[in-house]
T-cell receptor
Framework: SQTIHQWPATLVQPVGSPLSLECTVEGTSNPNLYWYRQAAGRGLQLLFY??????ISSEVPQNLSASRPQDRQFILSSKKLLLSDSGFYLC??????????FGQGTRLTVV | RKEVEQDPGPFNVPEGATVAFNCTYSNSASQSFFWYRQDCRKEPKLLMSVYSSGNEDGRFTAQLNRASQYISLLIRDSKLSDSATYLC???????????FGIGTKLQVIP
């Protein structure tokens, strides 16, 4: 069966520090991969999605970036965090016409 | 026009009431449709898929109207535990992304 792992679950980082969140999927090949952010009390905001290795589409311009170095690995990064980067970050994967499956999320607080 | 549109609510309903949510989508080529439930501070989880023929799971009924490009979710006999945000989701298929609506917040009141 397919599983998705996302870590860490919570993270507190100072303003200006770098960020790296990792997500891996098991049990499927060539998934579509997604990074979402959700501010408190708000809807899901799609940040990046990827349909293959090295293929990244950015939905919202910001100081975040994403990479997909391997088929089932998706990484969200920032060189310098801002206070406004605080939020709940969710990684997800989907198949060709399937639903999306989410990781458990990372709650990031930038202080 | 947004790809997937939902009324964000909140919908405040008494226990035992029937409540319905609608969602519209803009791309007529959309392939598959889903309703998700998201509890506070948790990841969204699949509630049910939505088929053209309609489908039912206990107190929940989902329907798809391709001609009018909307999907619906009906919850009968609402329970306190149904309080959550319900997200409408559309998959365009192939190398297209899955798109989520903003979600409709439901609060079931004792």
């Amino acid at each position: 069966s397919q599983t998705i792992h996302q870590w860490p679950a919570t993270l507190v980082q100072p303003v200006g520090s770098p960020l790296s969140l990792e997500c891996t999927v098991e049990g499927t090949s060539n998934p579509n991969l997604y990074w979402y952010r959700q501010a408190a009390g708000r809807g899901l905001q799609l940040l990046f999605y990827s349909v293959g290795i090295g293929q990244i589409s950015s939905e919202v311009p910001q100081n975040l970036s994403a990479s997909r170095p391997q088929d089932r690995q998706f990484i969200l990064s920032s060189k310098k965090l801002l206070l406004s980067d605080s939020g709940f970050y969710l990684c997800a994967w989907s198949g060709v016409v399937t639903e999306a499956f989410f990781g458990q999320g990372t709650r990031l607080t930038v202080v | 026009r947004k790809e997937v549109e939902q009324d964000p609510g909140p919908f405040n309903v008494p226990e035992g009431a029937t409540v319905a949510f609608n969602c519209t989508y803009s791309n007529s080529a959309s392939q598959s449709f889903f309703w998700y439930r998201q509890d506070c501070r948790k990841e969204p989880k699949l509630l049910m898929s939505v088929y053209s023929s309609g489908n039912e799971d206990g107190r929940f009924t989902a329907q798809l109207n391709r001609a009018s490009q909307y999907i619906s979710l009906l919850i009968r006999d609402s329970k306190l535990s149904d309080s959550a945000t319900y997200l409408c989701v559309v998959n365009l298929g192939g190398y297209q992304k899955v798109t989520f609506g903003i979600g409709t917040k439901l609060q079931v009141i004792p």
